[in-house]
């Protein structure tokens, strides 16, 4: 499905690795310096001086971080301090702030550290209060999309729309929605869901799609609109009070594609047992393929409509009872059941409103208060307006060949051509609001161009992210692409540290557990006997009523599956009562001794070592290439002031 649903923007990709030396960069730093610290060098690279006050602003935002993860002291943090200078001094002698990936990357970045400085009080309460009354009342849409590029020609433009007029034409005609849909939408999710999204709220959808979907009438279909992905319409199906969110937790058997049948008989016997009264987090631990959620139970975080699949939605919000289970039931994962842990209503807008506060500021909204904005802006800046231009012009194509000033925004000029290039795919607007929109862009702009000059808070935290994506781009080259080409130099680093990559002693076994301690014998004197799994289960259950569910698998030795006080030994073990009513039996096939793991078995591994050997050895290198001058009475003086 086309993802009409909001993503964090995040670096894609980035490595563990860059965690330690991006934390001297990245993060936002408020720490005031003094004066002197401004102007005292407290080192030198290759004769750059690098004084107290930047050194201070990291250190003081991030030395509970460092010490508490990387357990370093002053001198071990200023060490780190260090290397990280030396290497964006080289990063800078191999020209990588120069190269487009970087500078590429950097715009991006850029882009999103200028939003929080792009909003204004009035205009983010208006959209507080209107996200707020959104969230408490769900709207249930379909759409039809018809793709076309933000930046397509026009040609595609009006292709796409005139489209998107034909197939609302047809529904106004009387023809079904989800019909139409289905013959028209480039949604690829529309063969499944006939374009219907279901229930959602604010911040579900992209803001010009949930405007839409808000503004429209139950059982009416919206005028075409446009997103990122392309023009939109929109039906209103349905609108509720919003049930908030809830807590289940769950136990999953994942199908079997060799028997189709085995996922199935296992839930069913787990459910018997759940009617037994056996406990719920317990067999989501011994049982459960979720792995994650199995070790807390089967607990899941909280959630509301539109964020998990469709069966696992109406189940979990049909649950009317703390502690009430679900039937078994299936989808796309497996067989699936469910236990409800809490219900949570939405909150009061007191008390919702700092959340809702923080995605307006850092969600797409934000562009929506740039015009508020950009007004307050434009007291403080010379703006000279030309609208005299757009008088003389008949029709808005008259601009595109007109080379004179329109606008100027301090010192920098715009031409009617400007303004034509902005507004030409404009539709169903006066070229004289065309021009307002254009002016308060541009101011904006400008202010957004030069707000280092402006705001020294903003300049510190840009320069800190340009550092840390050149030391990105540096680590690119010099570790991670050299480990990952280098499988010769990988396998002999492997073979020099052997000893450090073994498995612990492991078994093949069996696991029993029963809930009553007769059972449980039964079933240890047939395991003994040498039954197997599936006949003991023959045996021992009683039609619905199941005594005994079995595991089977490779585990090392003091695994949480295990009894705490089990160890490996052949043949069938004793019965394990570590909880009431639960009674482990253990058979043991094989035994494996500790051995050594083969690189095949650890790569990941290995390859997080060697890489950070491969660090360690380029450290060395670079502290012999740049020559380095410590201010030893400035560093004396830091380390006896954070040492207090």
């Known amino acids: 499905m086309t993802d009409l649903r909001n993503s964090k923007t995040d670096r894609t990709q980035v490595k563990m690795r860059i965690k330690k030396v ?6 936002f730093i408020s720490t005031l310096v003094s004066g002197q610290d401004q102007s005292k060098v407290l080192f030198s690279v290759d004769g750059k ?13 991030n030395r509970d971080i460092v010490v508490e993860e990387e357990h370093k002291d002053f001198d071990d943090y200023f060490d780190l301090f260090v290397d990280f200078k030396l290497k964006l001094e080289q990063a800078r002698d191999m020209h990588l702030d120069t190269a487009s990936s970087y500078t590429a990357e950097l715009a991006k970045y850029r882009e999103q550290l200028v939003q929080p400085y792009l909003q204004n009080p009035e205009g983010i309460e208006l959209l507080v209060k209107e996200a707020y009354k959104r969230t408490v009342n769900e709207v ?5 999309l018809i793709i076309v590029e933000a930046d397509a020609p026009a040609a595609d433009t009006i292709k796409a729309y005139t489209r998107i007029l034909e197939a609302r034409k047809e529904i106004l005609a009387g023809a079904k929605f989800d019909s139409i849909a289905k013959l028209y939408s480039d949604d690829p999710s529309v063969q499944l869901n006939s374009g219907n999204l279901g229930y959602f709220s604010a911040f579900a959808m992209v803001y010009e799609f949930e405007n839409a979907a808000y503004d429209t009438k139950i059982g009416e279909v919206s005028m075409p609109f446009r997103t990122q992905f392309g023009y939109h319409i929109v039906e209103v199906n349905d609108r509720r009070k919003s049930p908030g969110e809830v807590q289940v937790a769950h136990i999953m058997v994942k199908n079997d594609s060799t028997n189709t049948l085995r996922a199935k008989e296992k839930i069913d016997d787990i459910y018997n ?3 037994q009264g056996d406990d719920f987090a317990r067999i989501a631990q011994e049982h459960s393929d979720d792995l994650s959620s199995a070790q807390k139970g089967g607990a899941l975080p909280k959630f509301g409509t539109g964020r998990m699949i469709k069966p696992f939605e109406d189940v979990a919000f049909s649950l009317d009872e703390k502690g009430d289970f679900s039937k078994p039931f299936e989808s796309s994962y497996g067989w699936h059941i469910l236990k409800l842990i809490e219900t949570y209503p939405i909150p009061s807008y007191v008390d919702l409103h700092s959340q809702l506060e923080s995605k307006v500021k850092n969600g797409s909204r934000s562009g929506y208060v740039e015009r508020s904005l950009a007004q307050k802006i434009a007291l403080n800046y010379k703006v000279i307006e030309h ?5 003389l012009s008949a029709n808005f194509s008259d601009l595109e060949n007109n080379f004179d000033t329109i606008l100027v925004v301090e010192n920098k000029y715009f031409t009617s051509h400007n303004l034509y290039e902005y507004g030409k795919e404009i539709k169903k607007k006066s070229k004289e609001l065309i021009f307002e929109d254009f002016k308060y862009f541009m101011i904006i702009d400008y202010y957004k161009d030069h707000l280092e000059d402006t705001n020294k808070e903003f300049a510190l935290t840009y320069k800190e992210y340009k550092d840390g994506l050149l030391l990105f781009e540096l680590l690119q ?10 499988s010769l130099g990988l396998s002999q680093f492997f073979e020099e540290n052997r000893d450090s990559y073994k498995w612990k002693k492991r078994a093949d076994l069996s696991i029993a557990s029963c809930t009553k301690k007769e059972k449980a014998e039964i079933v240890k004197r047939y395991m003994i006997e040498g039954l197997k ?9 009683e039609g619905a009523t199941i005594h005994v569910l079995f595991s089977k698998g490779k585990l090392e030795e003091g695994s949480s599956k295990l009894p705490e006080t089990y160890q490996f030994e052949l043949g069938v073990s004793k019965i394990f009562e570590e909880e009431e009513n639960n009674f482990t039996i253990i058979k043991v096939d094989t035994v494996f001794e500790p051995q050594l793991k083969e690189l095949k078995d650890t790569r990941g591994e290995v390859m997080n070592d060697y890489q950070n050997y491969l660090e360690a050895e380029w450290v060395k290198e670079l502290r012999k290439t740049y ?18």
């Open 49 to 61: 001086d690098v004084y107290n006050a930047e050194f201070i602003r990291v250190f003081e935002k």
């Open 627 to 644: 020559k380095i001058k410590v201010n030893n009475k400035n560093y004396k003086e830091l380390k006896q002031r954070f040492s207090n």
């Open 533 to 541: 799994n599936d006949s003991i289960k023959a045996l021992v259950n």
């Open 477 to 486: 080259k010099v570790i991670w692409e050299r480990s990952e080409k280098d």
């Open 387 to 391: 609208k005299d231009i757009l008088q």
């Open 140 to 144: 249930n849409a379909s759409h039809i």
């Open 273 to 275: 047992k759940l009617l």
């Open 22 to 27: 991006m934390i001297l960069s990245v993060l």
